[in-house]
């Protein structure tokens, strides 16, 4: 009998090995789809800056107008997250991510063939709507597949494809303006990437382990959450509304979101105005243009670090590295606007301000499930993710207004390092 109950065991452990080996394929697999798909998602929507220059001769616009152009897209942005994150908890992530992929391409060719402000405003705002389809819901997939031992790690890479976007839409508007294709070209070519990664997606991923055949996640364990409050086994039958609730009455989450706040505020001025800064007037022939790609390289760069820091360091103490960061990235900018616009350390401290600046997004997305619980992980990157675009769709007129009141681009790096200081005296307050 002892020798039968053994065979029956040892037949059990190859099975178990391939089970596993199986889950860890899938779990990587829906991390890797989903940064390959949101590689391509800032094709879509950081390209702005690079057309600025080209849509004011054109058209005549000024870069106040303009400002207020860029602000409508990170709005209505914002209101889509905050609608598109319940539903990713709702329905699952992947059909959403993959359907504002290719909405976003097809709306950034509309944006293409603009004659005047509305021809132009309009669709780079529902653009934006269909953009916000892309971020909560693949961070919703994620937690699913991944425990809180590694989110850090996990949103790290998410975040790090993010920042590797922002190189690639800087990298292709550029190549376009480099081969004098014209500033429509730069809303219709970079975007196709978009298209096929959406598409991609969608015949990849899976919302859960379950959709597979495999067990979910354990709620407890490795993946307990830090809010005490949270009740991880009822939140399955939860409405949107209770969702939302629950979401909303946590203070600790709250003062995260005014913190990104700040942050993203930073971080599309940079984006937006960089650009700008370094193309300067004669943007056709400007010697600078290829200065600009150094703020999205450390911007990636940041985004591994802070969140590998996160986990293995601070050992999930987000807070910490959130204020540690934003204050270097005050540091950073503070030296870009005292340096002249060609000079050879203008490059090496670009690329600071961006993996300081954009770093803290690591720890900011992995505080979402953290606080709030694994099931409603969706609303709650959606609602911060609100939260940070409209602070940064308030700085783009601001920065385009102070800019041309001065006639001094390099302006824009005395109002990131503002909201950067601002950002780190608020992160403390996270744990308390």
Not at 303 to 326: E, K
């Amino acid at each position: 009998m002892d020798e039968e109950r053994l065979a029956q065991n040892l037949s059990r452990v190859p099975t178990a090995e391939i089970r596993s080996a199986q889950f860890r394929t899938a779990q990587w697999r829906a991390l890797l789809a989903t940064m390959f798909c949101y590689l391509f998602f800032y094709t879509g929507r950081q390209t702005f800056g690079f057309a600025i220059p080209g849509i004011q001769q054109e058209l005549g616009l000024s870069k106040a107008t303009l400002g207020w152009a860029s602000a409508a897209l990170l709005w209505s942005y914002a209101l889509g997250q905050s609608i598109n994150g319940n539903l990713g908890d709702k329905f699952g992530g992947r059909r959403l991510m993959s359907l504002g992929a290719i909405l976003s391409c097809l709306l950034n060719w509309a944006v293409s063939f603009g004659t005047s402000f509305a021809s132009l405003t309009i669709p780079w705002a529902i653009n934006g709507y269909a953009q916000s389809m892309g971020w909560a819901p693949g961070s919703r997939v994620l937690s699913n597949w991944w425990p809180q031992s590694d989110r850090g790690k996990v949103y790290g890479a998410y975040v790090f494809a993010a920042g590797m976007a922002s190189v690639l839409a800087f990298a292709t508007s550029t190549l376009i303006l480099e081969f004098d294709l014209g500033w429509r070209w730069i809303f219709r070519l970079p975007v196709l990437l978009l298209l096929v990664g959406g598409v991609t997606y969608y015949a990849i991923v899976r919302d859960r382990p379950e959709d597979l055949g495999f067990p979910p996640l354990p709620e407890g364990g490795c993946e307990t959450s830090l809010d005490t409050q949270a009740e991880p086994e009822a939140t399955s039958v939860e409405t949107s509304w209770q969702r939302y609730q629950h979401v909303l009455s946590n203070p600790r989450f709250l003062i995260a979101s005014f913190a990104i706040g700040f942050q993203n505020m930073a971080r599309y001025g940079l984006l937006i105005w960089v650009p700008v800064h370094f193309l300067g007037e004669d943007w056709e022939n400007s010697d600078t243009k290829w200065m600009s790609i150094a703020l999205p390289i450390g911007m990636a760069l940041g985004a591994i670090a802070n969140g590998w820091l996160s986990d293995r360091v601070f050992h999930s103490n987000r807070s910490r590295v959130i204020g540690l960061f934003l204050f270097l990235a005050a540091c950073c900018s503070f030296a870009m606007y005292l340096l002249p616009k060609d000079h050879w350390l203008g490059i090496p401290m670009l690329l600071l301000a961006g993996f300081f600046a954009y770093g803290p997004q690591s720890a900011f997305w992995a505080l979402c499930p953290d606080l709030l619980g694994r099931e409603r992980a969706g609303t709650g990157t959606g609602v911060m993710n609100t939260v940070a675009y409209v602070f940064a769709g308030l700085g783009e007129p601001l920065i385009g207004w102070i800019i041309e009141s001065n006639d001094d681009t390099s302006l824009v790096f005395g109002v990131v390092a503002a909201a950067c200081l601002t950002g780190t005296l608020i992160s403390p307050l996270i744990r308390r």
